[in-house]
Structures are given as structure tokens and as C-alpha cells.
């Protein structure tokens, strides 16, 4: 590996099922991603889908500065089943001056540790995965379905009732920094621009930091 990385890119540490999912998924997305794993066969087997990857142990603060895993924005721990293994590897990506290290755990107290030591965020794919079925089976389904990654969150939203006019219109009244990265009505579009007819009923995935995201969360309280 040479020279620097630009902003965006990721680190993935851990190549087991959601690793590998995650990592495949920024990819299609369009992001550079350099995996890690230290077991050479999980490696080998990922080698055609994963464009860049390296064998090494992540937790050795020496051998991951050599190969520059400073200059990635974010850096994803994703060895969940391993708690020891995890703080080290949080640990050392911390004293690199990552940005941004977001780590899966396996458990509410796994996740409360690696908050602890400094963890930016900690995604729980197991229970979520779980709780998702859980809302399927019984038709309990949430009223905010979200996706959180780093300091930005991602939600399905509808627009107050009777509204009817363009996306800009509705956005005025929300903070500037919502965006709107799909609307699902009579069609699906992607990165709607401002001028798109959206009514009441159309659902719509919105991003942005947690504290501009409450507020839609606020104003659906109010509306129960």
C-alpha cells in the first residue's frame, strides 16, 4: 500500500460475515476499502470480491502505522466476538489518530466497554438483526427504521399530514443540513432534487447528524 488516502475511505479490521458484508457494500457504493484480517485463508477466499486487503494483526500498533492506516477517515472494528481483541485494536487505531473508529459488538456490556476506551461508536449487528425479525414477525413495525454510521444517521420519514408541494418547500422548515438520499411514492427516486412533487404519504430516507434528525424524531412524537 502507497501513499495517502483521501477523505471517505475505510478501514475494515475483521472479515467474517459482517466485515465482509459491510466491506462489499461500501464497495458498491463507490468507497475504497482496504480490508484487514490476520487469517490468511479468510483472506485468500475474499481476494476476487475485496480489490484491496492486507494479512496482519491489527491489535500490533507498530504494523499498522507502517502501513499508513492513519491517513483512513474511518476506521470499522468488526472482530465482535473477540472483546480483548477489539480493545486492543481500538486502542491502537485511537493512538493513530483515526477520526473516526466505529467497532461491533456482540452485547450491551461489550458495547458499553468499547465506548469506554474510546470507541466513537459501536453498532450491535446481531441484536439489531434481531430485533428487525422480531418487529417482522409480529407486524410491530417501528415507527423510525434507522441506520447509524459515525456522527451521521439515516431515517425513513414521512412528511406531516396534509403537506402536499415540492421537497425544497418541506425542507425549508427543518435544519439545512437533512438530506434527502431517496423518496419512495409513486416512483423511487434517488437524491430527489428540490423541486420534486412529494405529498403526505410518500416515505422518504433522510441523513444527517443526530442532533438535526432529532428533530424529525421530535416532531413524530408530537404528532402520536
Known sequence: MAGKRVKNDFVIIGLDSFGENLALSLQELGYQVLGIDRNREVVQRLSDNIRELAILDAGDYETMASIGVDAFEVAVVAVGGNIAQSVLITLALKELGIKRVVCEAQ????????????????????????????YQLTSHMPQFTHFRFGNQVAIKWR????????????MAGYPADLS?????????????????????????????????????????????
Open 159 to 170: 412528511p406531516p399530514y396534509p403537506y402536499q408541494g415540492t421537497l425544497g418547500e418541506l
Open 107 to 134: 452485547s450491551e456490556r461489550d458495547r458499553r466497554v468499547l465506548l469506554r476506551i474510546g470507541a466513537d461508536d459501536v453498532v450491535t449487528p446481531d441484536i439489531e438483526s434481531a430485533r428487525a425479525i422480531a
Open 180 to 224: 434527502i438520499l431517496l423518496m419512495a411514492g409513486r416512483d423511487v427516486i434517488y437524491n430527489p432534487p428540490p423541486e420534486t412533487p412529494v405529498a403526505h404519504n410518500d416515505e422518504l430516507l433522510v441523513a444527517g447528524p443526530e442532533e438535526a434528525i432529532g428533530v424529525l424524531r421530535e416532531e413524530n412524537r408530537r404528532r402520536d
